[in-house]
């Protein structure tokens, strides 16, 4: 769900007409009212020019409370015309000028507004301390105190904590009820509308986005009304009401057009591109949401743009576009990885977990397109990443490492996509001379990989978990120290599976028969590696033997090939 609900925003126009010479303050401060009308009415180019003349006249005649309150709304227009650099010096010139005449309602005003720019550049703990010393200045108003509850609210949200959010939502909607601010309160429904959908309070969501829907309208707020209209279309697609959550998301979009909100567009966009990729429409889909990604960026807005390639990569997966679909959750993985240094914001958290089992699932899928054909090593992948993930928490590894075993694990033998069938399925024994092409799978799986990137360093595994501590393995002969841990986890285990599954020249050996073949071949892999998998893996080849033939861990079932024949050689 979308988790702003602030000021519209706007893009230039040409030059006001210069004021001439120093007016009345009446005339000065109706510049600013009509700022405020241009704005709220969607009329940006208006706006922008009516904050920019309040400013110049208000600087001649000395009327430094005018000019602090237009340099704040000027700052929150550029901000949504994606110029946050630019708000954020407006916001900075506020606060000093406020501070600097005494006038703390107005400095805190410029504080909060610095927040938000804060906020939605990804900047959470900056944000976090705008609002709080924002909330000390503003004293006993009202409406200000609404608006910082609101964004401490959605702070709150983002941060997972949805009590807390609902609490500062309802605490926003009292204060604005005592000021009497309709738009106040009209926001307030709406962000209750937010954390209802969030914890999937249907009914009250729409409740809630009905009442702020009719108080937009009411006083013609058109970027709250596309707002309301955009969240309740991502209620209706999470639920599935895919036409309803079109109409929605393109009503959102043309106020959004009207208004030029770019920042506003891209959401609209992404929701419009999932309901088509949701029906199958692919190749709107594909364009709808490779324009969300384009103006999120043009925006500056990180999490809208992280979300949209997270929605594109899943529609190139869903098409078997594998490198396509992980280049683009590779970029959004570090997008996320910006948002917040120490990761300390729950909600943050949630989505990058999300964005890494999407990750898993295209590797795993990929894994398993290239076993698909053999019903005999169809779950090697899977269960080469349980057994390293199983080696690799004994080795006392961290989470980064696991995971990086875990996705190496499922691409580990990419490279036979290029082995040909006849060798990579022959049930003789192979020739000499097809050994040496089985041993060019790690350096083929790794040359398929070189146009994609990872956070986890897995090529070191891709290519060399048939390398031995002696230097007779392969491709590259390494030697001791030079074979990393990582690659000597999935080497082991590796061979492990390969001994306890049945093959088309041989059946399964059991687990005594296994041990005493592996056990001769322990000095390929170090002392450590080898004891960690003897702590592990054989009680866990019997859970998973004890498991429904044919069902694979998270629920994947096997194909029925229409012969039985090899794959694993090597």
Not at 74 to 96: I, T
Not at 131 to 136: C, E, F, G, K, N
Not at 466 to 485: A, N, Q
Request: aromatic fraction near 8%.
């Amino acid at each position: 769900m979308s988790t702003r609900a602030g000021e519209l925003k706007g893009s230039p126009a040409p030059d006001w007409p210069a004021v001439p010479g120093t007016l009345e303050p009446a005339v000065v401060s109706g510049y600013l009212e009509a700022g405020r009308a241009h704005e709220n009415a969607g009329r940006v180019a208006e706006a922008t020019e009516a904050y920019r003349a309040t400013i110049a006249a208000a600087e001649t005649g000395g009327l430094k409370r005018v000019q602090v309150e237009a340099m704040r709304r000027l700052a929150v227009v550029r901000h949504h015309a994606s110029d946050p650099h630019g708000a954020r010096r407006l916001c900075e010139a506020s606060f000093a000028i406020a501070t600097e005449i005494g006038e703390p309602v107005l400095a805190a005003e410029a504080l909060n507004a610095l927040g938000i720019i804060a906020f939605e550049t990804g900047a959470m703990d900056e944000s976090r301390v705008f609002y709080h010393r924002a909330m000390q200045l503003g004293g006993a108003d009202s409406r200000l105190r609404g608006r910082i509850q609101q964004n401490l609210g959605i702070l709150a949200n983002v941060q997972g904590d949805h009590e807390a959010a609902r609490s500062h939502y309802h605490e926003s909607l009292s204060e604005f009820q005592r000021a009497a601010d309709e738009r106040g309160c009209a926001i307030a429904y709406h962000n209750l509308g937010m954390i209802s959908a969030n914890d999937r309070r249907w009914d009250e969501a729409d409740r809630y986005y009905q009442r702020s829907l009719e108080l937009a309208r009411g006083m013609g707020d058109l970027r709250l009304e596309g707002l309301c209209r955009l969240n309740h279309a991502e209620v209706d697609l999470a639920q599935g009401s895919f036409d309803l959550a079109l109409a929605g998301a393109e009503a959102a979009l043309r106020i959004f057009d009207t208004i030029d909100s770019r920042l506003d567009r891209a959401d609209a966009y992404r929701v419009i591109g999932t309901v088509y990729r949701e029906t199958g429409r692919i190749q709107l889909a594909e364009a709808r949401l490779r324009s969300a990604i384009d103006m999120a960026r043009e925006s500056e807005a990180i999490l809208g743009e992280a979300e949209a390639d997270r929605e594109l990569a899943l529609l190139y997966r869903a098409a078997g576009r594998n490198q396509e679909a992980l280049a683009l959750l590779y970029r959004a993985h570090r997008l996320f990885g910006q948002l917040d240094a120490r990761r300390d914001l729950v909600e943050i958290r949630n989505r990058g977990r999300l964005l890494e089992e999407t990750y898993l699932t295209v590797v795993r899928e990929w894994g398993q397109s290239i076993e698909s054909a053999d019903s005999y090593t169809f779950g090697h992948c899977d269960r080469v990443a349980r057994y390293g993930v199983a080696v690799a928490t004994a080795l006392g590894l961290d989470e980064h490492a696991v995971q990086t075993i875990r996705v190496g694990a499922y691409l580990h033998d990419l490279g036979k996509v290029k082995v040909p069938h006849e060798i990579l399925n022959k049930p003789a024994r192979l020739t000499p001379e097809e050994f040496e092409i089985i041993k060019k799978h790690p350096g083929w799986g790794e040359e398929l990989l070189a146009e994609v990137e990872f956070p986890w360093d897995i090529r070191t595994i891709i290519r060399w978990h048939h390398e031995r501590l002696d230097g007779t393995g392969y491709p590259d002969g390494l030697v001791g120290d030079e074979f990393p841990l990582t690659a000597q986890i999935i080497g082991v285990v590796d061979v492990w599976d390969a001994l306890t599954t049945s093959r088309s020249y041989r059946a399964a050996l059991d687990l005594s028969e296994a041990m005493a073949r592996i056990e001769p071949s322990r000095g390929w892999w170090s002392p450590e590696v080898f004891a960690a998998f003897l702590a592990v893996v054989p009680t866990l080849t019997v859970e998973i033997q004890a498991e429904p033939r044919g069902l694979l861990p998270g629920g994947f079932e096997p194909p029925r090939p229409a012969a039985e024949t090899l794959a694993g050689r090597g």
